[in-house]
């Protein structure tokens, strides 16, 4: 029998998602992973709950959903914790996009709007960025009928940039109120734009804007894949309705609950980020390279019609960066994390060895 015969056709031409090079001995400044360690309270904080490692975790994280309503200044009934926020756009768009209805997100951004698109079986509607920038204006125009859900990276990844509040204030005025707005905010802690929006303020006036945040960055907690949504109580009560019971680990819970205690302890290490990707835009600017001003902790650069293979390039000398074109970029650009700085130091060599 042959199997792939048997698979759902809308699955059998899905691309599977490739995660960033890890290789030994090379700088790995290609999964916009925070280079710094987790913090020692919530590297304790997993180490005692393995204790209960063979418990079930609490369904729905009650712990850290109660930790985040004080963040936030919400209720309870407003916040959903995930297996990342990977798992969270999967809900969404498993919950309200029905098989003839469409989602609007930019190209290039985050792969997981598409692919989950084309898990749900339902159209995708992928609006190029201008000038690195998500275009809101041709996402407004690319909005019809069978509109369902639109998502806004911001900033947004791979290019860095961001939709500031005027943009953002435009696009919603006069969008229909029966269209889901999802603000994945991913790099929000590495955002110092005056103009950048406030999601969570919008909230109070159009109850369809969602907002996905991430432990996987500021917090250097990647590995225990958490995040959480803020939401209409409706929208909440759904994914809960949807999820997998224990959808996020004792441990997962644990750091996501510890790393919020020591928050404020975390900003040194989001503004040496900051300052680096500073250091590192200027030098790519020095070669010759297209590199916008950067929100979040990595960098976008396009060699325009250099036909380097930077990835290549770089990683014979020992640094690992990201080809664009999973993304959905049809140049020769590339997405670089800003690093140690001593890692930044290495890209900074091997750059000028390759480009200068």
Same mark, same amino acid.
């Given at each position: 029998?042959?199997?792939?015969?048997? $698979?759902?056709?809308? &699955?059998? !031409?899905?691309?599977? @998602?490739? *995660?960033?090079?890890?290789? #030994?001995?090379? +700088?790995? =400044?290609?999964?916009?992973?925070?280079?710094?360690?987790?913090?020692?309270?919530?590297?304790?904080? $997993?180490?005692?709950? &393995?204790? !209960?490692?063979?418990? @079930?975790? *609490?369904?729905?994280?009650? #712990?850290?959903? +109660?930790? =985040?309503?004080?963040?936030?200044?919400?209720?309870?009934?407003?916040?959903?914790?995930?297996n990342g926020t990977n798992e969270i756009i999967d809900l969404l768009v498993r919950a309200f996009v029905h098989?003839?209805?469409n989602v609007i997100y930019p190209v290039p951004s985050f792969i997981v709007y598409g692919l989950v698109c084309?898990?749900?079986?339902?159209?995708?509607?992928?609006?190029?960025?201008?000038?690195?920038?998500?275009?809101?204006?041709?996402?407004?125009?690319?909005?019809?009928?069978?509109?369902?859900?639109?998502?806004?990276?911001?900033?947004?990844?791979?290019?860095?940039?961001?939709?500031?509040?005027?943009?953002?204030?435009?696009?919603?005025?006069?969008?229909?109120?029966?269209?889901?707005?999802?603000?994945?905010?991913?790099?929000?802690?590495?955002?110092?734009?005056?103009?950048?929006?406030?999601?969570?303020?919008?909230?109070?006036?159009?109850?369809?804007?969602?907002?996905?945040?991430?432990?996987?960055?500021?917090?250097?907690?990647?590995?225990?894949?958490?995040?959480?949504?803020?939401?209409?109580?409706?929208?909440?009560?759904?994914?809960?309705?949807?999820?997998?019971?224990?959808?996020?680990?004792?441990?997962?819970?644990?750091?996501?609950?510890?790393?919020?205690?020591?928050?404020?302890?975390?900003?040194?290490?989001?503004?040496?980020?900051?300052?680096?990707?500073?250091?590192?835009?200027?030098?790519?600017?020095?070669?010759?390279?297209?590199?916008?001003?950067?929100?979040?902790?990595?960098?976008?650069?396009?060699?325009?019609?250099?036909?380097?293979?930077?990835?290549?390039?770089?990683?014979?000398?020992?640094?690992?960066?990201?080809?664009?074109?999973?993304?959905?970029?049809?140049?020769?650009?590339?997405r670089i994390t800003i690093g140690t700085v001593e890692e930044n130091n290495r890209l900074i060599t091997a750059?000028?060895?390759?480009?200068?």
């Amino acid at each position: 029998m042959d199997i792939e015969k048997l $698979v759902r056709r809308h &699955l059998r !031409d899905i691309m599977i @998602y490739e *995660p960033g090079i890890d290789e #030994e001995g090379h +700088a790995k =400044l290609s999964s916009n992973e925070n280079p710094m360690a987790p913090h020692p309270h919530v590297v304790e904080a $997993v180490m005692n709950m &393995l204790k !209960d490692a063979n418990r @079930y975790p *609490p369904s729905g994280s009650p #712990e850290l959903v +109660a930790a =985040l309503t004080e963040k936030y200044g919400v209720t309870a009934q407003e916040i959903m914790v995930g297996n990342g926020t990977n798992e969270i756009i999967d809900l969404l768009v498993r919950a309200f996009v029905h098989e003839d209805e469409n989602v609007i997100y930019p190209v290039p951004s985050f792969i997981v709007y598409g692919l989950v698109c084309k898990q749900c079986d339902v159209s995708g509607v992928g609006i190029d960025c201008k000038a690195y920038r998500l275009d809101m204006p041709a996402m407004r125009a690319a909005v019809n009928d069978k509109t369902r859900m639109v998502f806004i990276c911001n900033p947004n990844n791979p290019t860095s940039t961001y939709t500031t509040a005027s943009e953002l204030d435009e696009f919603l005025n006069g969008l229909p109120e029966d269209i889901l707005v999802v603000m994945d905010e991913a790099y929000y802690d590495y955002v110092d734009a005056k103009d950048y929006p406030d999601s969570l303020a919008l909230r109070k006036h159009r109850n369809t804007i969602i907002v996905l945040r991430t432990f996987s960055k500021f917090y250097s907690l990647a590995a225990v894949r958490i995040g959480y949504a803020i939401a209409d109580p409706a929208v909440i009560k759904t994914l809960h309705q949807i999820r997998q019971p224990f959808n996020v680990n004792r441990v997962a819970q644990a750091a996501g609950l510890a790393a919020l205690e020591v928050a404020d302890e975390l900003r040194p290490m989001a503004r040496e980020t900051i300052e680096e990707r500073g250091r590192v835009r200027e030098v790519m600017l020095s070669l010759g390279l297209e590199c916008p001003v950067s929100q979040a902790n990595f960098v976008f650069v396009d060699l325009g019609d250099r036909t380097t293979d930077l990835f290549q390039e770089m990683y014979d000398r020992g640094v690992v960066v990201r080809r664009m074109g999973q993304f959905g970029s049809s140049r020769n650009t590339y997405r670089i994390t800003i690093g140690t700085v001593e890692e930044n130091n290495r890209l900074i060599t091997a750059a000028r060895a390759i480009l200068g």
